[in-house]
């Protein structure tokens, strides 16, 4: 993550697998996730938690670990508007820092998800 974190900071130049160039939105905090299999609510996650808060700290990114049903979720969700997915990441981090724990779910009501179209 630190070095994707550098070379986004630096304006390097990305690349799909057909060399064709990613445009990218340079932002002051970038975005890094995270996706495992499955995230499982037992363990002790503490020295993961201090990680991640120490990679967001010392990269100045945004570091989400999260599953991959969360990550469509998330994508469902924001309907694709970049900002909304942005903003809903956001929030997603400071309720990991307040609430520290990594087993966090996305959480819409209908009601919720009407009124933000």
Known sequence: MA???RKINEEAKIYDKKLQE???EKREFPHCI???SELFGFGDWKKIIVEICSAMVENRIY??????????QYVGHARGSADRFNLMLIERVEAFVKHETINMK?????EQDK???
């Open 34 to 36: 995270v996706l495992v």
């Open 22 to 24: 990613i445009k990218y």
């Open 3 to 5: 070095g994707a974190a």
């Open 106 to 110: 996305l959480n819409f009501t209908y």
């Open 115 to 117: 009124f933000e179209t």
């Open 63 to 72: 570091l989400n670990v999260m599953d991959l049903s969360e990550f469509m």
